[in-house]
């Protein structure tokens, strides 16, 4: 029988990353993401890299927070999986706002944090849900997100998404304990800062790499490969006894 994983946001960066890594180790993947036609020509190459080497990889261009297009995808995965199951849950979904607390134009509003939270953080719990509701899970499923050191850390016009990652590993611990009945083991990986293109879009990145890199004994950043490699580490049978905890790789960059 396959083993099948599904990764939510994996066009690009960690869940991309991700989706190359398992793919090596016979797992088909199913890749949701959500990309304007502009970016499409280069989202298909990546995925066609993946393929090259007789992996399966199946992608769904549609919006995974959306509960109604969250119910059409996961009918459209069981006519997929038939009677397998899904072994990975990976949740890379990187939907914020960064927009600053004080500005004179546009500040965050009450709206910004519960958009932010409900893409970056409850939506894992959604599909979480669905999904079981569905029997579509194996008898050891493996959950996956990302978080940052964000959660604990203030940076300006990051405080939507920082709450958002606060709400994940929250909520991720919650599914560690409530779903272990039926074999679900949930956790968070703490990537060190990475020049992913979600990273660039937060106001005075350059800084935040210099500052990073400083910090970081092995003097250099944390890379998607890094993060994917612990990703896939966590699927392994070894690692079953590992869940609702938060796993740092960042080469030690937390550490001062």
């Not at 709450?163 to 994940?168: E, T």
Request: hydrophobic content about 40%.
């Amino acid at each position: 029988m396959s083993k099948w994983a599904l990764i939510l946001g994996g066009s690009s960066g960690l869940g991309l990353a991700t989706a190359k890594k398992i793919s090596q180790h016979g797992f088909k993947v199913i890749v949701i993401h959500r990309d304007r036609k502009s970016d499409l020509e280069q989202v298909e190459s990546c995925f066609k890299e993946i393929t090259l080497d007789d992996n399966r990889l199946f992608s769904f261009n549609a919006d995974a927070i959306n509960p109604i297009r969250r119910s059409e995808l996961i009918q459209e995965i069981q006519k997929l999986i038939a009677t397998e199951k899904i072994h990975v849950l990976v949740h890379s979904i990187a939907k914020g706002n960064l927009k600053p607390m004080v500005d004179e134009n546009n500040i965050l509003s009450n709206q910004d944090f519960h958009l932010t939270i409900d893409a970056m953080a409850i939506s894992l719990y959604d599909w979480v849900k669905d999904l079981v509701n569905a029997k579509l899970f194996s008898e050891d499923t493996r959950v996956l997100s990302f978080t940052s050191e964000g959660n604990s850390k203030a940076w300006r016009s990051y405080a939507a998404v920082s709450a958002a990652k606060a709400s994940l590993e929250a909520i991720t611990r919650n599914i560690a304990l409530e779903f272990a009945p039926i074999g679900i083991k949930a956790n968070c990986i703490q990537a060190g800062v990475t020049d992913t293109k979600s990273f660039q879009m937060i106001p005075n990145s350059a800084v935040l790499k210099e500052e990073a890199i400083k910090r970081n004994p092995n003097n250099r950043l944390t890379t998607p490969e890094d993060v994917a490699n612990a990703a896939y580490l966590l699927t392994l049978e070894e690692a079953k006894w590992i869940t609702g905890t938060v796993i740092k790789v960042d080469g030690g960059e937390s550490l001062q």
